[in-house]
């Protein structure tokens, strides 16, 4: 899994805990700084894998296998940033 798709992969797991389970491509592009066609394309590549749903028009929602993947980047970043702040001080 590349870096990007793991940043896609916390962008709709976080935007999809604060309401709605699906996520519309113009939410993530705003949360990621980014143009929606480009959300759209990694979208689709997230479903090639199985980590995402996607319906035009209708937003994005993660797989079973979406969720535990994203938690999984989510704790490992957290548990990073524990680490630095609490062994090197950052």
Same mark, same amino acid.
């Given at each position: %899994?590349?870096?990007?798709?793991?940043?896609?992969?916390?962008?709709?797991?976080?935007?999809?805990?604060?309401?709605?389970?699906? #996520?519309?491509?113009? !939410?993530? !592009? /705003?949360? %990621?700084?980014?143009?929606?066609?480009? #959300?759209?394309? %990694?979208?689709?590549?997230? !479903? /090639?894998?199985?980590?995402?749903?996607?319906?035009?028009?209708?937003? #994005?929602?993660?797989? /079973?296998?979406?969720?535990?993947?994203? !938690?999984?980047?989510?704790?490992?970043?957290?548990?990073? /940033?524990?680490?630095? #702040?609490?062994?090197?001080?950052?």
């Amino acid at each position: %899994m590349t870096l990007s798709e793991e940043n896609y992969l916390k962008a709709i797991y976080h935007l999809g805990k604060q309401g709605n389970d699906a #996520v519309s491509t113009n !939410a993530i !592009a /705003e949360q %990621m700084d980014t143009k929606a066609s480009s #959300v759209t394309d %990694m979208i689709k590549k997230l !479903a /090639e894998k199985n980590l995402a749903n996607y319906i035009k028009y209708q937003g #994005v929602s993660l797989t /079973e296998l979406g969720r535990l993947t994203a !938690a999984s980047v989510v704790r490992k970043h957290r548990l990073w /940033e524990v680490f630095l #702040v609490d062994k090197l001080h950052f």
